[in-house]
């Protein structure tokens, strides 16, 4: 990303925060795996969309109404034999040479530069509750105020919580997000395509998680969450990640994977036959799936708002369902009561961004938000018929689930994971294409 985005965010965030404020952001922590070995490091998001600083044990600190330095970076010294032996560090002088800090110090210093920046300022805005040992130090420096009082130093007295103003940005999606989207979900689409065509009875789960993360990989992209790859009875559990059991002829697999590109996520669901042919039942829970995800599609556009796909998916869902036979009554009275939630447990979709669940706030004022451009989500309705599911054996451990990503535009959306089979007969074409 075009290190000028980042300065034109820190700009756009202290202009709404005002002066007489400070905005203070810490680095993800890293996290330890098992004993010495940690788990890979992944920079907090809100963080990165401000810095696009990748270095654990790092602060930032914007400070709008000061004359001089307003935006402020902590981040560890160089350091020959530690850069030996993990890697490189671009120290104070590289955040402010490469990263537009206007002033850089040793992290070690933070404690005794905070309550100098921070005084003056009547509102802090910090995130409580994310990082508990950042918060000590957050606290000790107001503390540390609080005590110097008496002999005139000032003390912040208001804590307001950075998101709800940074969350906002991010839910828009500027051209640059977009095209990383783009290319996200492309990565992704081909990882999707690949597992298709390497899947085959007796295989194994992980097989086709390992052509997901092959094609992730070479592209320079890794997974946005790890891949849920479930064949028979474990396409009906939601968030299925064991992906160690044989593939079954006869059976379905829900494969729910997407690649994170450059900080950005996509997320995708295809169901697919274990043997390459649908059987009619699996086609026509498969149908009902997609009709609902055309259904909510259709909704989504400027002016209406974030519950019409959902309405949309669930309206289509529960028709299926009582044409099925899967549930008894009529259609508007099963939705009143939700009656679909015992096939259909989660909503047709969610922010997507920077975090695959991505923040921005679905309510304004108590009412459903309306959906503008740039903003992006995925539709991903669903059915799952767990084995046990009264009078419907021939469905049973048939779990399907059709996972797109979407932009809203001027005029409607931009299908972000275009090129992935979605119909019954274009999956089939991809899978019998095998290479
Ligand atoms: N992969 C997580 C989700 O679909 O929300
Ligand atoms: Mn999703
Ligand atoms: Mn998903």
């Not at 064949?231 to 690649?259: F, K, R, W």
């Not at 390459?276 to 829970?285: F, L, P, T, V």
């Amino acid at each position: 990303m075009n290190a000028k985005i980042y300065t034109q965010r820190r700009k756009q965030l202290m202009r709404m925060m005002g002066n007489n404020s400070i905005a203070i952001l810490s680095a993800a922590p890293t996290l330890i795996r098992n004993r010495d070995i940690e788990h890979s490091f992944r920079q907090d998001s809100d963080f990165f969309y401000l810095s696009g600083f990748k270095e654990t044990e790092s602060v930032i600190v914007l400070v709008p109404g000061r004359k001089g330095a307003q935006f402020i970076m902590f981040c560890r010294e160089r350091d020959k034999v530690k850069e030996t032996w993990n890697g490189y560090r671009y120290g104070p002088e590289g955040a402010i040479e490469h990263f537009g800090a206007d002033d850089a110090f040793p992290i070690e210093d933070l404690d005794e530069i905070l309550p100098g920046l921070m005084e003056h300022c009547e509102r802090v805005y910090y995130t409580i509750g994310l990082n508990t040992e950042f918060d000590k130090h957050v606290m000790d420096c107001v503390n540390s105020l609080r005590r110097g009082a008496r002999g005139g130093l000032s003390v912040p007295n208001e804590f307001v919580s950075l998101e709800h103003l940074l969350h906002d940005m991010r839910l828009f999606k500027n051209r640059e997000e977009i095209q990383l989207m783009r290319k996200a979900a492309k990565i992704s689409v081909q990882g999707h395509i690949r597992a298709m065509q390497a899947c085959q009875p007796a295989k194994y789960e992980y097989e086709l998680e390992a052509e997901l993360l092959y094609e992730f990989n070479r592209n320079g992209a890794g997974w946005a969450y790890p891949s849920i790859v479930g064949s028979g009875a474990n396409s009906c559990i939601l968030h299925y990640t064991e992906n160690n059991q044989p593939l079954h002829d006869g059976d379905m697999v829900l494969i729910d994977a997407g690649a994170e590109y450059e900080g950005y996520a996509a997320d995708i669901t295809r169901s697919f036959p274990v043997n390459g042919r649908y059987s009619e039942a699996q086609k026509e829970i498969y149908d009902v799936v997609l009709a609902a995800q055309e259904a909510a599609m259709v909704q989504v556009k400027p002016g209406n708002h974030w519950n019409d796909p959902h309405h949309a998916a669930v309206k289509v869902l529960t028709r299926g369902l009582v044409e099925l036979g899967l549930l008894k009554g009529k259609v508007p009275a099963l939705i009143k009561e939700k009656a679909y939630s015992k096939y259909y447990m989660h909503r047709t979709g969610h922010w997507l961004g920077m975090d695959v669940h991505d923040v921005g706030d679905y309510k304004v004022d108590d009412e459903w938000r309306l959906l503008e451009p740039g903003m992006a989500l995925t539709i991903e309705p669903g059915l799952y018929i767990p084995a046990g599911s009264r009078g419907a054996k021939r469905w049973w451990n048939i779990g399907v689930r059709i996972e797109d990503d979407v932009v809203v535009t001027k005029d409607g959306y931009e299908l972000l994971s275009k090129g992935l089979p979605r119909t019954t007969e274009e999956v089939e074409a991809v899978m019998s294409a095998k290479k």
